[in-house]
């Protein structure tokens, strides 16, 4: 907020997609609802000659920014943040002032973005299970959110569909211990092994000769290791 003080432009709209993005301090612009389109076009032009600085999050400070949504490639937030501009350069939107010269009310907008997202049916899994492997997969070491995300993810876990990918969650927090939970791998690879036998879909970056050969591997370890026990309950 300090550097956006800085900035020589009259006008300065900052949008932030991202987790705990709500950290950022967010201001309205006054308008009103019950305004007429003659008022609210006036309150436009008295705030244009005034500097402004509106700043807009898709999280709150605590909270995680979801992953898909209505425009492939983007987030939930920018893909309908997208949606709603193409629809105000339509006309789509309630209240949109004169968006055939290109003048939109940032209010009308971001009420849009906000009811779509409140709306959109995420997935708790999908979100977390994706954190979960972003954190693992990260050039520093994050195994402390990777299993916070874990575990949200186990919570929200429909065992129908998505335990191929919970057990794999549980297989990649094995590894993190090494030889210390062995048994725990093993286990993990069994369960992901019944999966590709019974024909149930991986998780992307696995393939049934993969785990195979992994699993081989981890009892072998495991008999000289002798937690072979323990990897059978």
């Known amino acids: 907020m300090e550097a956006l003080s800085y900035l020589r432009a009259r006008h300065v709209l900052l949008i932030l997609d991202s987790c705990q993005s709500g950290l950022a301090l967010t201001a309205g612009d006054g308008l009103k609802d019950d305004a007429s389109l003659n008022e609210m076009s006036q309150l436009v032009e008295d705030m244009a000659r005034n500097p402004s600085r509106l700043v807009v999050t898709s999280a709150q400070s605590d909270q995680s920014a ?84 874990m575990e949200r993810a186990l919570a929200a876990e429909d065992e129908a569909e998505d335990a191929p990918r919970a057990w794999y969650l549980r297989f990649l927090e094995a590894t993190i211990e090494g030889d210390e939970d062995l048994a725990e791998e093993v286990t993990a690879l ?29 009892e072998k370890l495991c008999a000289r290791e002798a937690c072979a026990a323990g990897a059978g309950q």
Not at 72 to 83: I, N, Q
Not at 86 to 105: F, K, M, P, Q, Y
Not at 201 to 217: H, K, N
């Open 66 to 149: 979801y992953d898909g949504g209505p425009v492939e490639g983007h987030s939930l937030f920018t893909g309908y943040l997208v949606e709603g501009l193409r629809r105000a350069s339509e006309g789509g939107i309630r209240d949109t002032l004169n968006t055939e010269r290109g003048g939109l009310v940032t209010s009308e907008l971001f009420d849009y973005v906000q009811q779509r997202v409140l709306a959109f049916d995420v997935d708790e899994f999908d979100d977390a299970y994706a954190e979960a492997v972003s954190f693992l997969n990260a050039d520093t070491d994050q195994t402390r959110e990777f299993r916070e995300a």
């Open 190 to 218: 069994r369960r992901l092994q019944e999966f590709a036998e019974g024909n149930v879909p991986l998780p992307d970056d696995l393939a049934a000769p993969l785990v195979a050969r992994m699993l081989r591997s981890a």
